[in-house]
């Protein structure tokens, strides 16, 4: 008989112990509550009261315990339970995972490119040897076949005219600075913004250390300020009581590729809103009620001075505001960069494709 049978629906049994599973429930909860440990044991206990996570057997106790001896918390200043770099760093790879999909790594942390030159993917190509050229380019097996053509098997030598090499894909390095919104609209209306824009971080960062371990990444936060944090900075990061100075984010992030001196720059700009702020002699000027032209003519004049750098900005905007897409497109023609709308859903997918694209081009 041609058809389609229809069973129940089996679901299949992960082999988790109780402490596996608590695991990826308690990492989830720290990354909401940036990285605060008892805010976060006090939610899995009114998740644990209400789905039922825990047993006679398994207790949170017995979790909580679990966490120390496994030293995936550890005691820091004043007696507070924090992370360990352990827990941090696992952050990070389910991070990667849950936004990008589990990648491989790639060779040696170089990005391929379409054009010839060292690196270390051999093509088919060869071609006669040149003085400079690496030895572990040399085609030994044609290059032994020629010495043999060309001198003959009872006179046998191998000469620099026999030698032929073999071609390479170009290689190259990518700098890559993150910038993160951490403005109160991230959190505004009890819409939270700043945890799936953490996610990409951590996710960008996990993805660049192991896949492209050769590449730079700098991540910068900006408020009424921008100041420079660290990878393992990334979990805590919170949000405060500022308004959007986008302008210092654009000038620190761009002083940081000026250090780099790498042909290959370019920015990522997690953003909500429009920039409300900037400093002019030493004092803040601030506008959060509409488009300030003060404000918005110097974001966009940075723009065109990274176009003019050759350092592309992708700007990634979480709000669907008609007013606010429109500053956003401004600044993207200004910038010649590019600029994606979307939900926060969506904001691993468009960070990976962009970053794997710019990643082969030659600025």
């Given amino acids: 008989m041609i058809g389609f049978r229809f069973t129940d629906f089996q679901e299949e049994k992960k082999n988790e112990t109780p402490f596996e599973r608590l695991l990826k429930i308690f990492l989830e909860l720290m990354t909401h509550t940036s990285g605060d440990f008892e805010e976060s044991m ?21 979790f909580r315990r679990d966490l120390e001896e496994k030293r995936y918390i ?27 999909g589990k990648l491989k790594k790639a060779g040696r942390g170089n990005h391929k490119t379409s054009f010839i030159g060292k690196g270390s993917e051999a093509i088919s190509d060869r071609r006669a040897f040149q003085f400079g050229d690496s030895i572990d380019q040399i085609a030994f097996t044609e290059s032994f076949k020629n010495a043999q053509i060309n001198n003959g098997i009872d006179h046998f030598q191998i000469t620099e005219k026999d ?24 959190i505004l209306y009890g819409e939270d913004r700043i945890t799936p824009a953490k996610k990409v971080a951590m996710a960008l960062a996990e993805l660049i250390t192991t896949k492209y371990p050769k590449d730079s990444l700098d991540i910068v936060v900006f408020g009424n300020d921008a100041w420079e944090i660290k990878i ?17 984010g654009l000038e620190l992030a761009m002083d940081l590729l000026r250090r780099r001196k790498n042909a290959n720059r370019q920015i990522f700009m997690i953003t909500d809103g429009k920039p409300t702020c900037l400093i002019e002699n030493g004092e803040y000027y601030q506008n959060s009620w509409g488009q300030d032209p003060k404000i918005l003519n110097r974001t966009i004049n940075l723009g065109i001075q990274c176009r003019k750098l050759n350092i592309p900005i992708t700007t990634f905007m979480i709000a669907k ?13 200004a910038n010649h960069g590019k600029a994606f709308y979307s939900d ?6 468009f960070i990976f494709t962009d970053y794997e ?4 081009k030659r600025f």
């Fill in 42 to 62: 006090a939610w899995l206990k009114e998740l644990d009261d209400e789905h039922g996570l825990t047993n006679e057997e398994y207790s949170l106790e017995d």
């Fill in 74 to 100: 550890k005691q820091g200043e004043a007696n507070k339970t924090e992370l360990s770099e352990k827990s941090e760093q696992l952050i990070r790879k389910k991070a990667l995972e849950q936004i990008f």
């Fill in 163 to 186: 030698l032929e090499v073999s071609e390479n894909f170009h290689t190259t390095q990518m700098s890559t600075v993150l910038m993160i919104d951490i403005s109160h609209s991230m």
């Fill in 232 to 248: 393992k900075d990334l979990p805590y990061l919170s949000v405060g009581p500022y308004h959007t100075n986008t302008v210092a």
């Fill in 321 to 333: 505001d008609p007013y606010l897409q429109k500053f956003v497109e401004e600044f993207t023609e």
């Fill in 344 to 349: 926060l859903n969506g904001l691993g997918n």
């Fill in 357 to 360: 694209k710019y990643k082969r």
